[in-house]
């Protein structure tokens, strides 16, 4: 039997919420009065949860959808309405579910362990910030810094998955370590900055400065836009064995990849030269 | 933030004066912003190392437009808005020996040749002492901090060849200071929360601009600044709507509009005080003549005397 908590918002709150209490993980041995008198801070104080939610508790049975007959057994988290003025959801999770129906504010499954967290709306910045593992799936855009590091903090992303189906804002996937980024749409400058491994690949245009100072790792670029810096160079044309894979994966995660997996070629360019050149970034060339 | 992820080289005004034979200006032109800057400490002053002045010193300026500085600067290398960080990248490129694959000396970078950078990159290795100064015409293009990331790393690695060095012409008496008192107080320089009880750091989130553009503030103190002057319209809008509590010696475009005006006397005239220069060397000021208000510290201090004694009774449930 899986634990489903709906969180409906009563109204929008005026002064933003960081509500990094709200995780599968702390809700999932809690009741409803427990759920209600959870503390969020408001501005500068600490209010109670049941201020801004109305909390609904339910049991459904639900089977594994990978290994047929097996029954689930985890916390389910559905919050309904616009949590644009809410931060830090999902902060830190490590297993279950959590479900935004509608859009949602910064580091929303920042430093997040595992477990599954969608969001049916937009995303803020630090999406999946520094998160070690698990999978986010936004489907509409989202902000700047997703999967990146916090200032100061050499390392971002260091495992895990984030699928964003619309647009992405600046410096995805900054100093990131390992785990994979896919977004559908265009993205903002700077992708892959400063990149010391993992995967990131972009559907749409991305900005200018792409993969700057990346150190390792892969950018797959679906719609090559500008040039790439001078400190990258040009390396081969072939078919790389590794996409299929990606390509698979993606399919599989429900991710509507605008190419074919069958007859795409790719431009391998190595870089960035002033970091070692151990960097790729694959330019699809034909599809 | 450009320093805190790879740190920045840098000396003090004085070593400049006494030093440097190799000056850089990229994106500023003290020749207008800091009138006293050129003669006093850079290229024309006289030090100890440097005996002949502005005929022992290369000028270079780095800039998207003719200035008062560039007309005095030996080398001019007029560039395309914008495009610093593709610079500095090239120039980090040429001074480590790594290969441009696919540029030839009359490649454009940044509008300029390749072998105009070549060059540059050259006279930066022979110096003995370089200083680059950049200022804002750098960060305040696209990339911005990108801009003094890639800068500072080019600086630190010229260390690898010369004595190289990187200083923020910083604009405005004592912009410096908070930044430096915010630094020794909570380890950050700027865009601290204090609502939880401790700092929290990150700009992009806590940045005035970004707070009040969101709308996530009720109330502003303002303190020796001019947001009514500096900041965007529509930002200046969101503070008309809110109380706005402003200290300030002089009258401004904030004042007129501010709820509470409380006037102090200016430091470094009416009260003491401590200025940071741009070279972060920190620089006491006296009291000159007396003012019929009180210093900032003062009110300050009074205000948070006042609110601790309202915070106890509403604690104490009085």
């Known amino acids: 039997m899986c634990k489903q908590i709906t969180l409906i918002l009563k109204t929008e709150p005026s002064l933003p919420v960081e509500a990094e209490n709200i995780t599968p993980d702390n809700l999932s041995s809690m009741d409803a009065t427990e759920i209600n008198n959870l503390l969020l801070w408001y501005g500068n104080e600490q209010r109670k949860l049941s201020e801004f939610f109305t909390v609904e508790i339910s049991e459904v049975e639900e089977v594994d959808e990978f290994e047929e007959g097996t029954p689930l057994c985890h916390t389910r988290i559905i919050i309904k309405g616009d949590l644009i003025r809410f931060k830090r959801l999902g902060e830190g999770m490590s297993s279950g579910e959590l479900l935004i129906e509608g859009s949602v504010g910064f580091h929303t499954g920042a430093l997040m362990k595992g477990g599954t967290l969608i969001v049916r709306g937009n995303a803020g910045d630090w999406l999946g910030a520094q998160m070690e593992g698990g999978k986010i799936i936004v489907q509409g855009s989202a902000g700047h810094f997703i999967g990146s590091g916090y200032r100061g903090n050499p390392q971002g992303m260091r495992g895990g998955m984030i699928l964003i189906n619309g647009d992405a804002g600046q410096m995805v996937g900054s100093r990131m370590r390992r785990g994979v980024i896919a977004i559908n749409g265009n993205c903002g400058d700077a992708p892959g900055y400063r990149m010391l491994a993992g995967t990131l690949l972009i559907g749409g245009v991305p900005g200018i400065r792409v993969g700057a100072n990346m150190k390792r790792g892969t950018i797959i670029l679906l719609k090559p836009g500008e040039l790439l810096l001078p400190t990258f160079y040009y390396n081969c044309t072939y078919r790389c064995p590794v996409w299929g894979l990606l390509y698979r994966e993606l399919k599989d995660q429900g991710f509507n990849l605008q190419c074919s997996n069958k007859d795409i070629y790719f431009k391998r360019y190595s870089g960035d030269g002033n970091e070692g050149g151990k960097g790729e970034i694959l330019t699809c060339h034909s599809h | ?318």
């Open chain 2, 1 to 318: 933030m450009a320093r805190q992820l790879v740190g920045l080289a840098s000396c003090t005004l004085g070593e400049v004066k006494n030093r440097a034979d190799l000056l850089i200006y990229w994106g500023a032109n003290p020749m207008e912003s800091h009138m006293r800057h050129l003669s006093r400490y850079s290229a024309m002053s006289k030090g100890m190392y440097t005996p002949e002045g502005r005929k022992g010193r290369k000028v270079v300026v780095i800039d998207v437009r003719p200035t008062p500085t560039s007309k005095n600067a030996d080398i001019f290398l007029q560039v395309t808005p914008g495009q610093d960080f593709e610079i500095a990248t090239v120039l980090r490129a040429l001074v480590n020996g790594v290969a441009l694959h696919g540029l030839t000396d009359n490649s454009l970078i940044g509008g300029v040749p390749l072998a105009k950078w070549q060059e540059l990159a050259e006279l930066m290795k022979q110096s003995s002492y370089g200083v680059v100064m950049f200022g804002i015409g750098l960060t305040q293009s696209r990339g911005k901090d990108l801009n003094i990331e890639q800068l500072s790393t080019l600086v630190s690695e010229l260390n690898k060849f010369t004595r190289f060095y990187g200083i923020a012409m910083r604009g405005h008496g004592n912009v410096n200071g908070s930044n430096q008192v915010m630094t020794w107080q909570t380890g950050y320089p700027l865009a601290v929360n204090f609502n939880r009880g401790y700092p929290w750091y990150n700009p992009g989130e806590f940045s005035v601009v970004d707070m009040l553009h969101r709308k996530e503030v009720d109330a502003a103190l303002i303190i020796a600044t001019d947001p009514g002057a500096h900041l965007p319209y529509d930002i200046v809008r969101y503070l008309q709507s809110i109380p706005t509590i402003a200290i300030e010696p002089h009258k401004n475009l904030t004042t007129p509009w501010a709820n509470v005006v409380i006037p102090v006397a200016p430091a470094g005239v009416g009260a003491e005080g401590t200025f940071y220069r741009m070279d972060n060397v920190p620089l006491h000021v006296k009291k000159i003549i007396d003012f019929p208000y009180p210093s900032d510290v003062e009110v300050l201090r009074s205000i948070k005397e006042r609110v601790s004694n309202v915070k106890n009774r509403q604690r104490a449930g009085l």
